[in-house]
């Protein structure tokens, strides 16, 4: 862990950080100082500027051509979580799945488009290949719907949907699903 965090203070690698603060958690060692003020400094830096500038490029990170970022796993985990519970909260008004991965697919792409710099992260790596204009189809969010690897992100987004449609009354049902339509240009 020392060797890491020395490389660290002489090169600014983030992979060292991340090794030295990765070994200290294993071996329930504290985490150097040096480690907590650079990853403390990134956070306020990337909440300076509300998630413009990616962690990626404020810790120094280079994927290198053709590779993703070390953020893209959890970033796209994320946006599937959103899309699922947007999707189980459609089903449970009585949506399909096919018009629920519609809505929320142009949820998505709505996102994107208002603030693209902000919202990058939603942006899959292979998004525009067929069409520059498509973040996800929503064949391959009805796709994940069915697929078992998502089951669990499924299970999750179903619970979380239950607690704001019991408190909604009918008027917010409709109004919430209205929303959606328009999004989806069915209005």
Known sequence: MELHT????????FSYAM????????NGHPIPEVILEFIEKAFLEWGKYDGEKSLDEIL??????????????EWTKQRNERLFLIMTTLIALEWSIKDAAEG????????????????RHLKPSNAGRKNENILLDSKTLEGYWYDSKYRIQREEAALRAQTPLILMDDNEKADYQRRIRNLMGKI
């Open 6 to 13: 020395d490389k660290f203070v002489e090169t600014k690698n």
């Open 19 to 26: 090794s030295a603060f990765c070994r200290a958690r294993a």
């Open 60 to 73: 120094g990170i280079k994927p290198g051509k053709g590779k993703k970022s070390v953020l893209s796993d």
């Open 104 to 119: 929320a697919c142009c949820w998505l792409q709505k996102q994107y488009e208002v603030n693209p710099i902000k919202h």
